[in-house]
T-cell receptor, first 114, second 118 residues
Framework: GNSVTQMEGPVTLSEEAFLTINCTYTATGYPSLFWYVQYPGEGLQLLLK?????DKGSNKGFEATYRKETTSFHLEKGSVQVSDSAVYFCAYSKIYNQGGKLIFGQGTELSVKP | DTGVSQDPRHKITKRGQNVTFRCDPISEHNRLYWYRQTLGQGPEFLTY????????KSRLLSDRFSAERPKGSFSTLEIQRTEQGDSAMYLCASSLGGSGRVAYNEQFFGPGTRLTVL
């Protein structure tokens, strides 16, 4: 069925370390792909998005590339900060025949230590 | 406009009681979504509206759950005869959806209503 699989957390890194959070999806067609972030005590916020194959979404130093051939959308950041500590959710949606509902992964908690 | 708002933020109830949550979307958004999030999991889709029409309901939405969006603006989610398994964060999101030309669907989320059923 349709699903999103993320690498399990928690992920603990030192400040300025390189971050990768893996995400793969199972869906037919050409979904749009998203990373949402949930900071402690706050609601979900869109971090970045990509709407077609080979698109790269980027925001706040984070990047993710839509890889149709591997059905992946891995999140990367070259140098993490303590303020990046949060839970990150990978998600996809299909607009035209599914109303745009989001299918989320289980989330990956990131903890960045000074 | 300050974004999507939800009320109440927290609700504690006893098993068997009915509860109702409200969501106010971003004013120009025609699509409104409800999700449920349990601890350590990602949000799961419950239902969505386009304007006042409820277009899809998840199998997660049992007969005890009902949602409305009577005038295409705010929405309510009611849970009847609550059970302990209903304890979760209920999230509302809204977006500007169209009929084919929208290339993606950026949903804006509210802060959620945390339900605890004792």
């Amino acid at each position: 069925g349709n699903s999103v699989t993320q690498m399990e957390g928690p992920v603990t890194l030192s400040e300025e370390a390189f971050l990768t959070i893996n995400c793969t999806y199972t869906a037919t067609g050409y979904p749009s792909l998203f990373w949402y972030v949930q900071y402690p005590g706050e609601g979900l916020q869109l971090l970045l998005k990509a709407t077609k194959a080979d698109d790269k979404g980027s925001n706040k130093g984070f990047e993710a590339t839509y890889r149709k051939e591997t059905t992946s959308f891995h999140l990367e950041k070259g140098s993490v900060q303590v303020s990046d500590s949060a839970v990150y959710f990978c998600a996809y949606s299909k607009i035209y025949n599914q109303g745009g509902k989001l299918i989320f992964g289980q989330g990956t908690e990131l903890s960045v230590k000074p | 406009d300050t974004g999507v708002s939800q009320d109440p933020r927290h609700k504690i109830t006893k098993r068997g009681q009915n509860v109702t949550f409200r969501c106010d979307p971003i004013s120009e958004h025609n699509r409104l979504y409800w999700y449920r999030q349990t601890l350590g999991q990602g949000p799961e889709f419950l239902t969505y509206f386009q304007n006042e029409a409820q277009l899809e309901k998840s199998r997660l939405l049992s007969d005890r759950f009902s949602a409305e969006r009577p005038k295409g603006s705010f929405s309510t989610l009611e849970i009847q005869r609550t059970e302990q398994g209903d304890s979760a964060m209920y999230l509302c999101a809204s977006s500007l959806g169209g009929s084919g030309r929208v290339a993606y669907n950026e949903q804006f989320f509210g802060p959620g209503t945390r339900l605890t059923v004792l």
